[in-house]
T-cell receptor, first 113, second 116 residues
Framework: GDSVTQMEGPVTLSEEAFLTINCTYTATGYPSLFWYVQYPGEGLQLLLKATKADDKGSNKGFEATYRKETTSFHLEKGSVQVSDSAVYFC????????????FGTGTRLTVIP | GAVVSQHPSRVICKSGTSVKIECRSL??????MFWYRQFPKQSLMLMATSNEGSKATYEQGVEKDKFLINHASLTLSTLTVTSAHPEDSSFYIC????????????FGQGTRLTVV
């Protein structure tokens, strides 16, 4: 069945460090891929998405490229800020849209000044 | 973006009692709402999908008599955990999708349920 494997945390980085959170997936067909972020005390928010192979999603300095050959969708940011401290979830959907999302376990990121 | 409010954010209850969790779409109409749960160090797992005015569709392995879902209006869905036991302690989160739009779903803040 469809599933997502996400790098376990927690991850602690200094401000301006480079961030990578690994995500790989298993799915039949051509899923859409998402990164969600949950800031303290808030709900999950869509951070970025990609709907087909080689697409790059980007938002707020974060990027992730849909790699079909490696079944991956790693999240990256060149220079993290304290305000990026949150829990990040990788997810996939077997069709365009957000029905039946399959989530990874979430990775808690803490950025220290 | 659209706002989904989930209440309460934390609840502690005694074993054997029932707990109701509310999920409201504040500024849009949601024909479809989803309920997830997350055990420590595990993924968010879809429990059920509810459509306004009809019965919820439960995922395999989820007891419909234990997790009662009501979606009586386009802005409110409720999840009631009946006769709660310590193994029901978990993080529950809802999401809602806008009416007639095949777009992303918006998530509530989640509810941390602890059954003692």
């Amino acid at each position: 069945g469809d599933s997502v494997t996400q790098m376990e945390g927690p991850v602690t980085l200094s401000e301006e460090a480079f961030l990578t959170i690994n995500c790989t997936y298993t799915a039949t067909g051509y899923p859409s891929l998402f990164w969600y972020v949950q800031y303290p005390g808030e709900g999950l928010q869509l951070l970025l998405k990609a709907t087909k192979a080689d697409d790059k999603g980007s938002n707020k300095g974060f990027e992730a490229t849909y790699r079909k050959e490696t079944t991956s969708f790693h999240l990256e940011k060149g220079s993290v800020q304290v305000s990026d401290s949150a829990v990040y979830f990788c997810a996939l959907s077997a069709q365009t849209g957000a029905n039946n999302l399959f989530f990874g376990t979430g990775t808690r990121l803490t950025v220290i000044p | 973006g659209a706002v989904v409010s989930q209440h309460p954010s934390r609840v502690i209850c005694k074993s054997g009692t029932s707990v109701k969790i509310e999920c409201r779409s504040l500024d849009f109409q949601a024909t479809t709402m989803f309920w997830y749960r997350q055990f420590p160090k595990q993924s968010l797992m879809l429990m059920a999908t509810s459509n306004e005015g009809s019965k919820a569709t439960y995922e395999q392995g989820v007891e419909k008599d234990k997790f009662l879902i009501n979606h009586a209006s386009l802005t409110l869905s409720t999840l009631t955990v009946t006769s709660a036991h310590p193994e029901d302690s978990s993080f529950y989160i809802c999401s809602a999708r806008q009416y007639k739009m095949n777009t992303e779903a918006f998530f509530g803040q989640g509810t941390r349920l602890t059954v003692v």
